[in-house]
């Protein structure tokens, strides 16, 4: 093998090494998530709120960013008694044309706050009641996107007789 070959060959391997350790963690890492469900009473809508810290020249994509990105979105998988809608209420979102994409996307950095939906039958008895689904998300910088990351998500709802 020459030199320059030989060269070639280490700096390949150097540049894919960069690459996988810029990406280590995935998304999942560059997200830090806080999950607050509030007080109901019975007959009562309220929600469960999620807050996002996202890291530093990252960015984390809304809602309702348009494909391929992948915007923030909950499959609830269980939720008691409870009544829960999986289209988020947000605010705080900024809208920009995306090179990378080719198109307007919508995301957040820094905070993202997001509220899910969830109402109590007029029937429910007083207690705590446990809601559990999964989260979906995906981040970005000016260069580098992660895959999309799924983490669990837990929420308690406490219904109270006023």
Known sequence: MDVRRFL?????????????????????????WAV??????????????????????WKMYAPDSPPPTVGVSVTTVEAA??????????????????????KEVHFFSGEARLRLPVSSPDDVP???YSL???????VC?????????TESLEATMVIARP
């Not at 390949?12 to 999942?28: C, E, K, N, R």
């Not at 607050?36 to 020249?57: M, Y």
């Not at 009544?83 to 979102?93: K, L």
């Not at 910088?141 to 990351?149: M, R, Y």
């Open 81 to 102: 008694r409870l009544a829960v809608s999986n289209e988020m209420d947000y605010t705080g979102a900024s809208t920009t044309y995306d090179p990378h994409f080719g």
């Open 126 to 128: 007083s207690g705590s």
């Open 36 to 57: 607050e469900g509030d007080t109901l009473a019975p007959g009562e809508a309220g929600a469960v709120t999620l807050r996002a810290s996202i890291a530093d020249g």
């Open 141 to 149: 910088t000016d260069e580098i996107c992660l895959p999309p990351a």
């Open 8 to 32: 070639a060959t280490v700096g390949l391997l150097f540049g894919l090494a960069g690459v996988v350790y810029g990406q280590s963690g995935g998304a999942a890492s560059k997200v830090t």
């Open 132 to 138: 559990q689904g999964t989260l979906r998300f995906m």
